[in-house]
Nanobody, 120 residues
Framework: QVQLVESGGGLVQAGGSLRLSCAAS????????MSWCRQAPGKERELVATITNNGGSVIYADSVKGRFTISRDNVKNTVYLQMDSLRPKDPAVYYCNRRRSIWGPPVGSWGQGNRVTVSS
C-alpha cells in the first residue's frame, strides 16, 4: 500500500525555520520525481518545489526561491523540505506527492498533509 506521511510542521515565528519530512512507503522512491505542494485556506494548491529521482535537479516556485530547499534520501525513503526565513504568506497545509516526470502531474494518493503556521 502506497503511503506518504508528512511531518515536521507546526508554529514558528516569522523569520524562523522548519523542516518538513515525507516518509514514503509501498513503492520505490528512486523511481519517482517528488514534489512538495501547499494549500492555504481559500487558495488554490501551489506547487512549491520539485526534485528529480537522484536529486540532481530541483525547481522552486518564485515565492519560495532562495528560502526553501528540497532534498531526498532514497535509502531512507524520505523527502525533505527545509523552510527558512518563513513569512506570514507561507502558512498552509503542506503535502508531498510523486510524479513520473519533472513536468508531469502528481500520481497516486496524497498524504494527509502537515500544517505550517507562521506568527508575525
Amino acid at each position: 500500500q502506497v503511503q506518504l506521511v508528512e511531518s515536521g510542521g507546526g508554529l514558528v515565528q516569522a523569520g524562523g525555520s522548519l523542516r518538513l519530512s515525507c516518509a514514503a512507503s509501498g513503492f520505490t522512491l528512486y523511481t519517482y520525481v517528488m514534489s512538495w505542494c501547499r494549500q492555504a485556506p481559500g487558495k488554490e494548491r501551489e506547487l512549491v518545489a520539485t526534485i528529480t529521482n537522484n536529486g540532481g535537479s530541483v525547481i522552486y516556485a518564485d515565492s519560495v526561491k532562495g528560502r526553501f530547499t528540497i532534498s531526498r534520501d532514497n535509502v531512507k525513503n524520505t523527502v525533505y523540505l527545509q523552510m527558512d526565513s518563513l513569512r506570514p504568506k507561507d502558512p498552509a497545509v503542506y503535502y508531498c506527492n510523486r510524479r513520473r516526470s519533472i513536468w508531469g502531474p502528481p500520481v497516486g494518493s496524497w498524504g494527509q498533509g502537515n500544517r505550517v503556521t507562521v506568527s508575525s
